[in-house]
T-cell receptor, first 115, second 115 residues
Framework: GESVGLHLPTLSVQEGDNSIINCAYS??????FIWYKQESGKGPQFIID?????DKRQGQRVTVLLNKTVKHLSLQIAATQPGDSAVYFC??????????????FGSGTRLQVQP | ETGVTQTPRHLVMGMTNKKSLKCEQH?????MYWYKQSAKKPLELMFV???????ENNSVPSRFSPECPNSSHLFLHLHTLQPEDSALYLC??????????????FGPGTRLTVT
């Protein structure tokens, strides 16, 4: 079946560097995407979202890029900090038109920030 | 704090026990969700409630029984569980209805161990 998946299970970066976390999705009907961060012992926390009518959206230190042609989503974190160490999940919602509001999550990427 | 609380945070139960997980949201949302998060698996959607009505049940075994008495409270009743049901159970809420963000706010989860 169609699913959301992540390319890299673990990403290790140096403090101050930029991080890029990737996500592939296979359902062309998905038109809303969201990135979550999950720290140990906590529930997922919203980072940023994007609709399929956009290809880029920026937040504070984070940017999400959407490439619908290849069904690829990425999260860029600028000047990565130790507090960014966590597991990052991408998620998709299958079609806004149906009114369905239940997210399908990828398997997650662990980001490790080295001081 | 995300505005979504879950109790208990940790639960150990035998396979013949009956227990309940509780979720409460203080965000004025009208959609609530149960997810299961186990090691090495993506977040799995279990149930969705919109305006207190169950709108999705993703083939969850009957030993899991949800209850949504009002838009602010969600329960998950557990009975005769199996060891493979051990996982982190996450509750989330969002604003249902047309348009707007699909962002879901998660609670901290209940870590369940079935012995």
């Amino acid at each position: 079946g169609e699913s959301v998946g992540l390319h890299l299970p673990t990403l290790s970066v140096q403090e101050g560097d930029n991080s890029i976390i990737n996500c592939a999705y296979s359902n062309s009907a998905s038109d809303y995407f969201i990135w979550y961060k999950q720290e140990s012992g906590k529930g997922p926390q919203f980072i940023i979202d994007i609709r399929s009518n956009m290809d880029k959206r920026q937040g504070q230190r984070v940017t999400v890029l959407l490439n619908k042609t290849v069904k690829h989503l990425s999260l860029q974190i600028a000047a990565t900090q130790p507090g960014d160490s966590a597991v990052y999940f991408c998620a998709e919602n299958l079609s806004l038109d149906t009114g369905r509001r239940a997210l399908t999550f990828g398997s997650g990427t662990r980001l490790q920030v080295q001081p | 704090e995300t505005g979504v609380t879950q109790t208990p945070r940790h639960l150990v139960m035998g396979m013949t026990n009956k227990k309940s997980l509780k979720c409460e949201q203080h965000l004025g949302h009208n959609a609530m969700y149960w997810y299961k998060q186990s090691a090495k698996k993506p977040l799995e959607l279990m149930f969705v409630y919109n305006f207190k009505e169950q709108t999705e049940n993703n083939s969850v075994p009957s030993r899991f029984s949800p209850e949504c008495p009002n838009s602010s409270h969600l329960f998950l009743h557990l009975h005769t569980l199996q060891p493979e049901d051990s996982a982190l159970y996450l509750c989330a809420s969002s604003q249902a209805g047309g348009g707007g963000s699909y962002e879901q706010y998660f609670g901290p989860g209940t870590r369940l161990t079935v012995t």
